[in-house]
């Protein structure tokens, strides 16, 4: 007689991959306003500085295919608790760290740690449930994640003033490694599609080489240094493709972008969609606090009007989604982001406030509407051999998406400013970049708008 191997507990697994699933973005915002209290105490200059946030982006969207293929071939379940005590012990190194060196280098392997959850965190919840639930699953997911990013800031500051700096990361370990063990004993079964078969180091390095001259170059624009970054970085992806296509088994199996059209369109449109995220939410927060005159604790309220209409839509758009073509609901989605743009075009430094608090909920709710949609077909449209890949794909797309972004938003400050600070004199130049990449973002829009629209019916 076999014995069939003990079930999963979906509840109490989906509870512990959410908490684990709030803590990554979560420090990462939490972080912005803690900056200044970090540099004083550990003597670090703003390049360094910056340095503290890109070693933590960067390695996310380095590892996370070659973590979504080493959970394929070894287990999931393995990969993701293995990746929540990486990320909890050295949240916990970061805390305690001594010099500005020793912090990026365990802020390196903290994102190392965070590469392995969220390369494997979707295809596990997607897993757990059955397709007719998967889109409210998702949409509640999605929520969380937002919910961190908006809470981040404001939870982050009041740790950072009343209890110091480090007692962000303290916090992180703490609850960090309380979600592993209840997912250890929560979550029973074990998914490794691919077991048996070899694991592409060679891809995995080209790849990372890759994604890291793209992200990396496109922080630096528009110096001379991001456009050698860039260029590297696409000769490195040509040669991750050409390879991929040679070997026998490789990292990616590029098939799912050439010939499986739902995928490859749902792929393209996430990477437009965090392409108008971040410049958007960034030239908005010089808007309010250099045109505007609001202090930085005034901007950050009125800016989270955006991710709190994300958080409540993406609810209730996974929901739908599981009754209609998803593929409808996220178009749907792209185009209100673009009637916000649209808007954000002719912004101007009278506008009204009701009017721009109504322009950040119009983008949450096309931000909050387009994501768990986009997402339940990207899933939806690959065999389950290949989850963790699609998994990896979203969240590449989302920081190579968002890295686009703020280069675009970077490279039009220096077309009007060049060097300049901001200031009131520059303040018709400041908002002239404005425009200028809100209207970039708005092409961008409606081509993502069509590309989403060619996935009609294909679920």
Known sequence: MTLKPPQTNVIPAFIAISITSFLVPFVGSSLNLALPHI???????????????????????????????????????????????IFSVFSLLSGLAWSAHSLLIFRVLTAVGASMMFGTAMAILVMLFPPEKRGRMLGLSGAIVYFALASGPFFGGLLAHYFGWRSIFYLCFVVGFMAML???????????????????????????????????????????????????GAVFAIAFVVYELRVKVPMFNLDLLRFNKPFRMSSIAAMINYTLTAASTFLLSLYLQYVRGLNAQEAGLLLMLQPIAQTVFSVWAGRLSDKIDPSKIATIGMAV?????????????????????????????????????????????????????????????????????????????HIYLGTASLSAAYHDEFMSSLHLTCAVSLALCVIGVWVSAQRFGKK
């Not at 969207?61 to 379940?77: H, N, T, V």
């Not at 997912?183 to 070899?198: F, I, N, T």
């Not at 009637?339 to 912004?347: D, G, R, T, Y």
């Open 39 to 85: 540099a004083h105490e550990l003597n670090m200059n703003a390049v360094t500085l910056s340095l503290v946030v890109t070693a933590y982006l960067l390695p996310c969207a380095m590892f996370q295919m070659p973590a979504a293929r080493l959970g394929d071939l070894f287990g999931r379940k393995k990969i993701y608790l293995a990746g929540v005590f």
């Open 182 to 232: 209840a997912l250890g004993l929560a979550l029973r079964e074990e998914w490794k599609e691919a077991e048996g078969e070899s694991f592409d180091g060679i891809g995995a390095v080209l790849f990372a080489l890759a994604v890291f001259g793209i992200i990396y170059g496109f922080s630096l624009l528009p110096n001379l240094q991001s456009w050698i970054l860039l260029i590297l």
């Open 337 to 413: 982001v673009g009637v916000a743009l649209a808007f954000l075009c002719f912004l101007s430094e009278t506008t009204a406030w009701w009017m721009l608090a109504a322009v950040l909920v119009i983008f949450g709710i096309g931000f909050g509407a387009f994501s768990p949609s986009n997402t339940v077909m990207i899933m939806g449209s690959v065999d389950k051999k290949y989850y963790g890949s699609a998994s990896a794909v979203t969240g590449t797309a989302r920081l190579i998406g968002s890295s686009l972004s703020v280069g675009i938003a970077t490279l039009s400050i």
